[in-house]
């Protein structure tokens, strides 16, 4: 008999967490932090204890207590049983920290797998400083369509779209049949295809356990495609005077380059807080200027019409020596803050007001929209849907013949049937 339960995820967007269990042996899928601005018990500044990370967030509910995952040096005093029972396997599906800033923590031991580019996004980050809580996770590389065998369990990964390099969707094989997981996934990307792929792969899986992001927000926010965000980019150049300031994620690597080349056709130099600028050059393998110099300063001040400048989270105040006067903008394409639902969106407004810079929202999302969403899931047509990753799963209706199970944090879910 196979188990599903969900350890994260639940009635939260983010913190994936979803164990596949049958005969004694494990898969694990994203190992992922809370993500929840402003909420929570780890907020205004307050921070788990230096050293104690991961025993601050199992004491406090916000890291799972599951047994033989994490290194045994970090559980000591918990009550929890580290280090790997050798029968436990971990699969990453890309490199947000929602779905995979807890591992940091796991016991090295235990096998863990990734897509190579998600791999390479991860070091590229932690050259730069930018590493996960816990300490450097040690990797396996898995290509796509590779299956491995975990005891009697069979992991294949797939490529899938996401605003992230490297995301993939997983299909584990277990005796009551398929339990397929999307990750993060989306259709109106740069790569529709693999999405398609992926639910093709899975056609008639016993049970999937689908992201449902997009499900609160309705449909207010546009869905352009990745396309359309560059031309917006485009139209922001050609009819800036002065400076631009942008807001973009810099884990979307390719909004990255299509914004760097746009930058440079209209002129501009597009430039990066110091950290992102070492670990955007780690990935590309060339250098990606950084404004952190006072020459450069004041050089974006003498001539705002030659420069881009990222500039986003807490980093606003250097807006100060930028100096943005008549015709600069403030472009946000899915940067930090990531909405409106951060405590740092109203700070941001509130500086551009007191700049009088106008703002301009030209992003998309990385996620289905929930018209997609009901695309995939008929595609699929599961036997049992699981929608996670959402404040309100309930709001995604199954295709008749689909029974639709609403997951609860900690329950198992009996893949024969029952639960």
């Known amino acids: 008999m196979a188990t599903v339960s969900f350890w994260g995820g639940v009635g939260v967007i983010g913190s994936s967490k979803i164990l596949i269990e049958q005969d004694g042996w494990r898969v694990l899928l994203d190992f ?28 406090t509910g916000l890291a799972p207590r599951i047994p033989h995952v994490y290194r045994s040096d970090l559980v000591e005093g918990t009550g929890l049983e580290g280090g790997t029972d050798g029968k436990t396997a971990l699969f990453i599906t890309h490199a947000h920290l929602d779905h995979m800033g807890l ?9 863990m797998y990734a897509s190579p580019e998600t791999i390479r996004l991860v070091q590229a980050l932690a050259s730069a400083g930018d590493r996960v809580e816990g300490g450097d996770p040690v990797f396996r590389p898995l290509a796509a369509r590779e299956p491995v065998q975990v005891g009697p369990l069979r992991v294949t990964r797939y490529d899938v779209d996401h605003d992230v390099a490297g995301a993939s969707g997983y299909r584990v094989e277990t005796e009551n049949g398929v339990l397929a997981f999307t990750g993060d996934i989306r259709l109106h990307g740069r790569h ?41 980019f485009e139209e922001a150049l050609a009819q800036t005077p002065g400076l631009v300031m942008v807001s973009l994620y810099p884990r979307n690597v390719e909004r990255v380059e299509a914004f760097s080349a746009a930058a440079a056709r209209h002129g501009r130099s597009l430039l990066w807080p110091a950290m992102q600028a070492r670990a955007l050059s780690a990935w590309f393998d060339k250098e990606m200027p950084d404004w952190g110099s006072p020459a450069l300063s004041e050089d974006i001040r003498r001539h705002p019409e030659q420069f881009v400048v990222q500039l986003a989270g807490y980093d606003i105040p250097w807006m100060l020596d930028f100096d943005p006067g008549p015709g600069s903008i403030y472009v946000h394409a899915n940067g930090e803050p990531l909405g409106a639902y951060d405590p740092l969106w109203d700070v941001l407004q509130d500086w551009l007001r007191m700049r009088h810079v106008p703002f301009w ?6 996620h289905a929209s929930p018209d997609d969403l009901n ?15 959402s404040q309100e799963p309930d709001r995604l209706l199954p295709p008749p013949g689909v029974e639709r199970w609403l997951p609860e944090r900690g329950r198992f879910y009996n893949l024969a049937g029952r639960r």
């Open 32 to 59: 992922g932090l809370d993500y929840t601005p402003g909420a929570g018990p780890f907020r205004a500044g307050i921070r788990p204890r230096t050293g104690r990370e991961l025993y601050d967030r199992l004491l």
């Open 103 to 111: 591992i940091g923590f796991v016991d090295p031991v235990l096998p």
């Open 192 to 232: 529709p295809e693999r999405s398609l792929r992926f639910a093709e792969a899975v056609r008639g899986a016993r049970a999937l356990v689908i992201e449902g992001t997009t499900l609160s927000m309705g449909f207010r926010n546009p869905v352009r495609t990745e396309q359309e965000v560059d031309a917006l």
């Open 361 to 366: 929202s030209i992003g998309t999302s990385g």
């Open 375 to 389: 695309r995939l899931v008929s595609i699929v047509h599961p036997e049992i849907l699981f929608p996670l990753h």
